[in-house]
């Protein structure tokens, strides 16, 4: 039974996956680091950190380097946050939302970015959640398990009553190996080995999800 619906924030609720490049690519280029779109694919769904690593592709900075350099995407980032409204949720996403909260199920965002509740908050969002987890609430970022667990905690329902909505093959890890079934949105290519595949979540079931949503999922 899917007592909890646990999303994604990036390509899920929202699309900020140009502005997190944008922002990259302005501290790369100042920094003098090969980064493009390619590159860029590998960064969708993980930690500030992990995102930095593998721009730097091996170059070693010290704490203090690593700390100032994320700082400055984050700076970047969020002078372009300012712009996003309402209008930047991805579509159908608000109604699922709604309806979600009338069917009692509850719902949480578990996000890898330390900037997720502003997002939702600029997106006028926070009111149709139960809980917020972000970059802030575990050490271990996708694809381990931790923010998903955490989650589930936060909105007090067992691991496997949950359904995660990810668009991002580290999120799907991570949701599997917390014992959760995932919806995945996007290409196959990405997400294909989600429970279910939607090109987009303009086509999202919800009915067909939760019909064919296998009872008590035990982790694995």
Known sequence: MCKAFIFDLDGVITDTAELHFQAWLRMANEE????????????????????LSIILAGTKLSEIQTTVLMARKNKYYLEQLESLSEKDILPGIRSLLLEL?????????????????????????????????????????????????????????????????????????????AGMQVVGIGPSARVGQADWHFNDTATFDLTTVLENAEPNMMPG
């Not at 809980?131 to 007090?156: H, N, T």
């Open 32 to 51: 003098g680091y090969y980064f493009d779109r390619k590159i860029n694919e590998q960064l969708r769904g993980v930690s500030r950190r992990t995102s």
């Open 101 to 177: 909260n009338a069917r009692g199920i509850k719902v949480a965002v578990a996000s890898a970015s330390k900037n997720a509740r502003y997002v939702l908050y600029q997106l006028g969002l926070i009111p149709l959640f139960d809980a917020i987890c972000d970059g802030w609430s575990v050490v271990r970022s996708k694809p381990e398990p931790d923010i998903f667990i955490y989650a589930a905690g936060q909105l007090r329902v067992n691991t496997c009553d949950c359904i995660v909505m990810e668009d991002a093959e580290a999120g799907i890890h991570a949701a599997r190996a």
